[in-house]
């Protein structure tokens, strides 16, 4: 069974970092592209970043370009989405999610909340 | 970026009866292998979305065949034959052709 745990959410002031951890279990995680997804409190899905297999190749959303940083370790099965100069409308539930052209599954989130 | 507009926004529906959601495009959704990337997801309240419907009308393993997806190039439809009390939910339609991709604003099905 295919599943993607994310942690490492949390209350944050404005201009901070944080970073969160996603691990895929049930298929073979380096030979997917995999992505983060997010959805503010009360609003619709928006798309974040995307890495491919060997963590060579990286897109990012404008919003976030400069300030967030996809990376993985295909050894732990772990992707991680590191987040610095954080701002309130970063304040979203963040979710993990494989193949990113196709969304096949998604992990249940972690919220992340940007407040002073 | 490629906009995808949805309607309705909010989709009133009486349980037995069908349901359609319209998501229309900017641009030909079409990928370079031919393939149409657009997928259909379902997020229940409380919980992560769902991929209901993949590259426009495959309906994923375990979903109902109540659920239906036709359409092409920037046109689709997501069609429900008779609504169920756990169909309530937001749909979304989503483009995976050209990045960035683009989600559909949200279609909120309820039970009249």
């Known amino acids: 069974e295919v599943q993607l745990v994310e942690s490492g959410g949390g209350l944050v002031q404005p201009g901070g970092s944080l970073r969160l951890s996603c691990v895929a279990s049930?298929?073979?995680?380096?030979?997917?592209?995999m992505s983060w997804v997010r959805q503010a409190p009360g609003q619709g899905l928006e798309w974040v970043t995307y890495?491919?297999?060997?963590?060579?190749?990286?897109f990012y959303v404008d919003s976030v370009k400069g300030r967030f940083t996809i990376s993985r370790d295909n050894a732990e099965s772990s992707l991680y989405l590191q987040m610095s100069g954080l701002r309130v409308d970063d304040t979203a539930v963040y979710f993990c999610?494989?193949?990113?052209?196709?969304?096949?599954?998604w992990g249940q989130g972690t919220l992340v909340t940007i407040s002073s | 970026d490629v906009v995808m507009t949805q309607s309705p926004l909010s989709l009133p529906v009486t349980l037995g009866q069908p349901a359609s959601i319209s998501c229309r495009s900017s641009?030909?959704?079409?990928?370079?292998?031919?393939?149409?990337?657009l997928h259909w997801f379902q997020q229940r309240p409380g919980q992560s979305p769902r991929r209901l419907i993949y590259k426009v009308s495959n309906r994923e393993s375990g979903v109902p065949d109540r659920f239906s997806g036709s359409g092409s190039g920037t046109d689709f439809t997501l069609k429900i034959s008779s609504v169920e009390t756990e169909d309530v939910g937001v749909y979304y339609c989503m483009q995976g052709t050209h990045w960035p991709f683009t989600f559909g604003q949200g279609t909120k099905l309820e039970i009249k």
């Open positions: 641009q030909s959704l079409v990928y370079s292998d031919a393939n149409t990337l």
């Open positions: 049930g298929f073979s995680f380096r030979t997917y592209w």
């Open positions: 999610t494989r193949a990113p052209r196709n969304l096949d599954y």
């Open positions: 890495i491919n297999p060997d963590g060579s190749e990286k």
